[in-house]
């Protein structure tokens, strides 16, 4: 039993040294190839000085250069903490200072209060020398990752993760697609953020192949890479497969008879491109995992072959345990009429958030995460989901999910993009509220629209007032970002009453 | 050619737009840079770039850029 990756890649690098293990769009190495870069750096990171429990940050430039640097540090029994590749300095330097890093991986320096290590030269140190004893591997309760969140408002928190976590995590993944040691899954999605991570993690630990590359933009390398290396699967979040579909057309069906899986996550997938993605795949397994960065890869449904299950998220991982509370943390018994919010609980959640014992108090009760999200267990065993909390709408009593009215106006003609969200109602308390980005040369129809809807939903769930705007507010893979909607449509009511007054 | 570099400054300012001939092989600029620029140029000189166009070597320096740019002015 291994107890961290980076043990897992020794071992593999012993039992399987020649097999196909990681690429990127220049590089490619076997196992024992990937252990000897892993050391290597991890010599070069110790004679600079970095040792157990030291903060090292690391600009992500989703390469393989990248994936070495995170498992070398993890190797020193120090912390690897990535930053996105966009990241900002400011952000970066705010990070530097919250974990106190000892040094600082990136493409460019930063005028930082530690060293920088220029992340191009990591592949440079790798040693063919490489043996097993020099380096005693991580324990499993030591810490292994912080992961900082990318939030809108306020200071990101940091998400800490034992070496234990994130093996669990990997584990959920494996056991969550049923994973082959065959497998060579492409991942396209970045390194920085626990999606990526994670299913980078899930395929190592199980001594399967991964091929990085930044984004799908240039899609002709992606094409060519999964073809070189047989892809079976292929990890995405719904903005790179909405990318990938207008610019490659229909290609990714040529694969169909290569795909194994493809997962999809971080953030809703619209429906016309899960439709599109089942009509171009028709027998490949298409996964949507449940979880968040504190309690990963939880629950996780096949859509592919459970497309009637509304609000399904499936079922429960192997690591994961999950009850259903009220707003005071008491377990219920919830129901579709009356959901709870979602509890989980194993191996995968993390030690805490980075330095915060009071937020930890508050999130973390007798094992158990606590999130927002109102759901319930079906009769048949599958977890289902309404939204979030600060999502669903209670319209006149009724709880109305907003992505079911995206959803749904999604499939007119034109809209190129939409969100929606509560507005006041004198009478009902609250409404839906939808805006929409339209296509360049589509007008904007708001009884068309409206009418639609009828056509589709409940008349409680239609929303009557219907805005366009340019461009909905969406983070880095696509989740909307309602409270900038929300913020838009305050600011539009305080201007109102300014007027009226 | 000028007027492209002060495009591409304006749209990622950090970049040696002058010297560095390897943009995106190098990392210089990621996928996220590249959209930045599509987006740019697409505004500034009236043009839709095709999916066929979209290679790392169209984006790994100005040059690259200027080439496409008047080549799908032409078509």
Redesign the interface.
């Known amino acids: 039993m291994v107890r961290s990756i980076v043990e897992a890649v020794a071992r593999h690098a012993q039992t399987q040294p020649d097999k196909f293990c990681l690429a990127d769009s220049?590089n490619d190495v076997t196992y024992r190839g990937y252990w000897e870069c892993i050391f290597g750096y991890a010599a070069h990171l110790r004679e600079l000085g970095v040792g157990p429990g030291d903060r090292v940050v690391v600009k992500n430039?989703?390469?393989m250069a990248t994936a070495v640097c995170g498992l070398a540090i993890q190797l020193l029994d120090a912390i690897f903490v990535p930053v996105e590749?966009?990241a900002a300095d400011a952000r970066i330097l705010e990070i530097i200072e919250a974990v106190e890093a000892t040094c600082y991986v990136a493409?460019k320096p930063l005028e930082a209060p530690c060293p920088w290590e220029r992340?191009?030269d990591v592949l440079s140190f790798r040693d063919g020398q490489a043996d097993y004893e020099r380096f005693a591997f991580p324990n499993a309760e030591d810490t292994a990752e912080i992961l900082f969140t990318t939030g809108t408002t306020g200071k990101s928190k940091g998400i800490e993760l034992t070496h234990r976590n994130v093996t669990a995590v990997a584990e959920n993944v494996i056991d969550g697609v049923e994973m082959q040691k065959d497998n060579v899954e492409v991942i396209p999605v970045p390194l920085s953020h626990s999606h990526g991570l994670r299913r980078y993690y899930g395929n190592i630990l199980n001594g399967s192949s991964v091929i990085l590359l930044?984004?799908?933009?240039?899609?002709?390398?992606l094409f060519e890479l999964m073809d070189r290396f047989h892809a079976t699967a292929m990890d995405l979040v719904p903005a790179a497969l909405s990318a990938l579909f207008?610019?490659?057309?229909d290609r990714l069906g040529d694969y169909r008879d290569q795909l194994v899986y493809v997962q999809l996550g971080s953030a809703p997938i619209p429906a016309h491109d899960r439709e599109h993605l089942c009509s171009l795949l028709p027998h490949t397994r298409l996964y949507n995992f449940y979880g968040t960065t504190e309690s990963g890869c939880s629950c996780i449904l096949d859509f592919n072959a459970m497309k009637d299950k509304k609000n399904c998220i499936g079922r429960p991982t192997r690591h994961a345990r999950f009850a259903f509370v009220d707003e005071e943390g008491r377990a219920i018994e919830a129901t579709e009429e009356h959901p709870g919010f979602l509890s989980c609980a194993g191996d995968m959640n993390m030690k805490g958030y980075y330095r915060s014992p009071q937020l930890n108090a508050e999130t973390i009760r007798d094992g158990y995460i606590q999130t927002k999200d109102l759901s319930y267990m079906g009769e048949d065993g599958l977890i289902y989901m309404l939204g979030r909390q600060d999502d669903v709408i209670v319209t006149g009593g009724s709880k109305v999910a907003p992505d079911e009215i995206e959803d749904a106006a999604m499939q007119f003609p034109g809209i190129a993009d939409c969100g929606c969200i509560p507005v006041d109602h004198p009478i009902l308390g609250k409404e839906p509220k939808l805006f929409v980005a339209m296509e360049r040369d589509a007008a904007f129809d708001p009884a068309a629209i409206f009418q639609f809807l009828k056509d589709r939903l409940e008349a409680y769930k239609v929303p009557k007032q219907i805005e366009q705007i340019d461009k909905l507010p969406r983070t880095?893979n696509g989740k909307l970002q309602r409270k900038q909607l929300l913020a838009i449509e305050a600011e539009k009511a305080k201007n109102h009453a300014e007027t009226e007054g | 050619m000028e007027e492209l570099l002060n495009v591409l400054k304006r749209a990622l300012p950090k970049v040696d737009w002058e010297t560095d001939m390897a943009l995106v092989d190098d990392g210089v600029i990621d996928s996220v840079d590249v959209v930045s620029v599509i987006s740019e140029i697409t505004d500034e000189y009236d043009i839709e770039i095709p999916s066929e166009e979209m290679e790392p070597e169209n984006f790994n320096s100005v040059e690259a850029i200027y080439e496409m740019i008047q080549r799908l002015k032409e078509d």
Do not use: E, H, T
Not at chain 1, 246 to 249: A, M, P, V
């Open positions: 220049k430039g989703q390469n590749k966009n493409a992340l191009g930044d984004g799908v933009i240039f899609y002709k390398k207008k610019l490659s057309g880095y």
